[in-house]
């Protein structure tokens, strides 16, 4: 069964559905003006890539493979395949920057046209970028091009099937190119669910979500995507590789583990087959008040190690709670509030019932406020909303952007202090940091930043210091790079520092041996 | 904190402790005879090892980097170290073959020391072959020697410490040389288990839990052994990698997977940290009477499927059932006691009590009969002792040997059939094949077979043909080759099958980059 649903195309610069575009309230923009002072800093109207460099023999055998109308070389597809939507990438092309769009954008339909597209371009040394949705915020949508004979975008948007359901096993195996709603539109058909729901949920893609190891918001219950994953096929330039012959094994190394991740540097993901569950019956979302972001994730991990876990389970700290982003309307809300949990229930009624007395329980005993359930909803209807304010607050002259990273437990106090001093110190006086837990693990869990800060004359030179600051504070406390958002380009030297010299050599061997042109997203992933 | 316990060395050609070996009952003695026919087939008095081939000044050099007293030579020492513990390898060992022994026995103490031993071996050429507990099945101490300087056993037998305990992220790191019961014990006094108990459990190391994927009977509740791995350190011969920042994230493909089941072929495991639980307060363990296996999987597949695990589930088949090989006294009992399930809580007082009122109710809704505690306590007494029975009935001449694969849920029964035709029609008349689930996953289960046959003049070639045709089976129904022995020499064949031509390169490829002399364990895992 395929997705019959077109499509919808971001804009170049904006996050989401044009059509779903907000402006700020007045009441949001009035404390926006008292905290940075607004600016009038707007996108350009109008830009162009620069001209294609493929030779227009090249173009002609690529649509020999594929079909005229699927290789598409003007100027606005070229736009919408440059870059994904970190705030830099958004920077950039709000201020007409669009050197890094590809010569060309190909849609193969099926493995044989992917692996035919390889073979072309290992052959004629031409650059290929895995596309899926687009929404990658660290630079995993713009390889280098330097030395090669061009560039072009392999959009996976034609390959939306579901390929197969088994009930019995519960997994499905779904085509690379299905975005978030369209998988779970295809399962809902057959009572069923992902459950994967990122804050990307509604752009992102099946094949972006297993390349990247995404994390969505309801990973306490479902899991991470790499854990939903039991089976998956991809195209190298040197071959395709299938793997799943089992939920787990012994035979040699999990190979799986190792395409999860590759972020197309290793191959093109054609298919991945995932557990799936029963699409719940009901929903319950609420919320929870801690005097502190300490008490509150503490109470995470006791939840987390004694196997009680809700579906979705989020705190905010101190100072995301008083901004409370995820509601735009209680921007400037009472600053004294403490620290917001969100806690979200799925399954049948009686599951929900169970699971939700039973954490809850444990929350009272612990010192929680109990909310309602009023402050649940309120998030889950504005959860996919937050890279929309982004927007508006780009053009006013605000910097707005995230990063993320995980570890253990009893070093989550550390890591958030540190990141937090490396952030406030970096990028500029008057800048706020917030943060949440939203995955946890029973040996640790996730730390989620946002910063926005007045944007200074040169706004990506002062991201990328406050980044770096960041990065070089997590890799100093012993953390992970990044939890969900994968390398792509901007964290390739501190991926060098966590995996060390032999795990780069040994991705670098991998990279060798099925690329061995190097033609699949130069400069992404391997540092 | 080291474990001070002496390592029990077990006997070159049988299982386990020499002082628990148990002669089998005469109940049992006259109906195996009355199944197979008793013979005499004893092993040979005394073997030796060949002549070891390391030139002296290669073994002096030896000594001088971990100390004289930890280089043995003598024959013993060797004979010790020679191949492991499946059937074939009791087989060869009994007729008074130990042509694979190590030309020398060395006991490096600590990383350096390991990358010492490593490094000298690659100057040299010299094989080495990593060894934990010896309890391999599989073929994976059997490397090859030829065109080597001589084969080395890098014996972890002195990396024995508990290095760190961190009960905040309820994680322990562990040497790689600590016997299960070891490793235990040190956890204990912390109040902590890993919960890891395969059937070799006794004598079976963290370094090869690790490097094998090794998986215990309490999996529903604890998980594989690769599951609870959050890190590890491994030496190899081109340097040596720490991985682990976090519980997982998305900083590319998860090296740790790669390492996990590298069998030794990559590099040598000198640390492993590992998620750990509280000890248990209470257990419970009890039986279950099916009308039929496939009744009982049904209701396995239930529990994983609505997250109600016991700590222990296990199911026999109608053979097994009839047979129960974990109570030799009972060898024989009645033919038409449908199949047995064993179910194990493990917890506070409170989470056994509502775990199993929770997974009874749902049982005895499918159809299952409450046997109550004593077959689970039976089953729990003498969960270690199958080993010992082997030898026993080898000494009769009834050929005894297992093995394991995996799938999914639908293709439980497709895969069950073809295993047990596979080996019903090769291993001759009058054999018994017996089978249990022992292992589930919301998607699937493991398959777990084993064959007893009267002693063909040549039992080596009368098994391998038997293990061929079964394995030729698994790969036809797309499952496994192996749910939780690894590959080692034996499986190879059937690796190449499952991971593919493009899998076998980057299993290569790695190979190559961290051991590209090519000096461990040589010709195993690697088709």
């Known amino acids: 069964m395929t997705s019959e649903t077109p499509t919808v195309e971001m804009h170049p610069s904006r996050w989401g ?37 493929l030779a227009p023999a090249l173009v002609d055998e690529l649509r020999g493979l594929v079909g005229g109308e699927h290789v598409l070389v003007d ?30 954008v190909v849609r193969p339909d099926g493995r044989a046209e992917v692996e035919a597209v390889l073979a072309w371009a290992a052959r004629h040394h031409v650059a290929v970028v895995p596309f ?21 975008s392999l959009d996976l948007v034609r390959m939306k099937r579901l390929l197969a359901v088994d009930e019995v096993s519960m997994t499905a195996t779904l085509e690379p190119g299905l975005r978030g709603p369209e998988a779970e539109a295809l399962l809902a058909a057959h009572g069923l669910t992902l459950g994967h729901y990122p804050q990307s949920f509604e752009h992102a893609s099946i094949g972006g979500f297993a390349a990247t190891r995404s994390s969505g918001q309801s990973s306490a219950g479902y899991g991470r995507f790499d854990a939903m994953v039991v ?16 939920p787990a094994n012994a035979a040699g190394p999990d190979l799986r583990q190792l395409l999860l991740g590759s972020e197309g540097a290793f191959g093109v993901i054609t298919s991945v087959t995932v557990r799936v569950r029963r699409a719940p019956e009901v929903t319950a979302y609420e919320g929870w008040r801690w005097p ?25 700290d101190e100072s995301e709670t008083a901004i409370n982003l995820a509601d735009p309307s ?23 019932e169970a699971r939700r007395a039973a954490v809850s329980a444990v929350l009272t005993g612990l010192g929680a406020t109990a909310l309602g359930t009023e402050p649940g909803e309120t998030w889950v209807h504005g959860r996919f909303d937050a890279p929309y304010l982004r927007d508006s607050l780009l053009d006013h002259g605000v910097l707005v952007e995230t990063l993320e990273t995980a570890t253990f437990w009893s070093n989550r106090e550390r890591l958030y202090a540190d990141v937090r001093a490396a952030l406030t110190s970096s990028i500029g006086d008057g800048a706020l940091v917030l943060c949440h837990v939203s995955h946890v693990y029973e040996t640790g869990c996730s730390l989620y930043f946002t910063v926005a800060a007045r944007q200074a004359e040169d706004p990506i030179a002062q991201w990328q210091a406050a980044k770096a600051a960041a990065s070089d504070a997590m890799i100093a406390a012993g953390a992970t790079i990044t939890h969900h958002h994968a390398v792509g380009t901007d964290h390739t030297p501190w991926l060098a520092q ?9 991705l670098r061997a991998v990279k060798a041996e099925l690329d061995p042109a190097g033609i699949l997203n130069p400069g992404v992933l391997i540092p």
Not at 141 to 150: N, V
Not at 294 to 311: F, H, I, V, Y
């Open 75 to 104: 100027d606005q597809t070229r736009a919408l395949r440059t870059r994904g939507k970190s705030t830099p990438d958004l920077l950039r092309a709000r201020a007409g920057d669009l050197a890094d769009a590809p010569d060309a």
């Open 330 to 352: 209680s921007i400037g809300g009472t600053d004294d509030a403490g620290c917001l949990m969100i806690t979200g229930y799925e399954g049948t009624p009686e599951q929900v």
């Open 17 to 53: 559905d044009p059509a779903a575009a907000a402006e700020l309230p007045e009441s949001a923009l009035a404390l926006v003006d008292l905290a940075f002072g607004l600016q009038d800093r707007p996108a350009v109207a109008v830009a162009h890539p620069p001209e294609g460099g």
């Open 292 to 316: 502190s972001f300490t008490a509150g994730a503490e109470a995470m991990r006791t939840l987390a190690q004694s196997g009680l876990l809700p579906t979705v389970l989020r705190l905010s």
């Open 231 to 246: 089976g998956l096929t991809a195209a190298t330039p040197t071959g395709t590789v299938a793997l799943g012959s089992s």
């Open 498 to 506: 966590e995996i060390g010299e032999v795990g780069v050599r040994v």
């Open 132 to 152: 899926g949705g687009g929404t990658c915020v660290t630079g995993g949508l713009a390889a280098r091009r330097d030395a090669f004979a061009g560039l072009v």
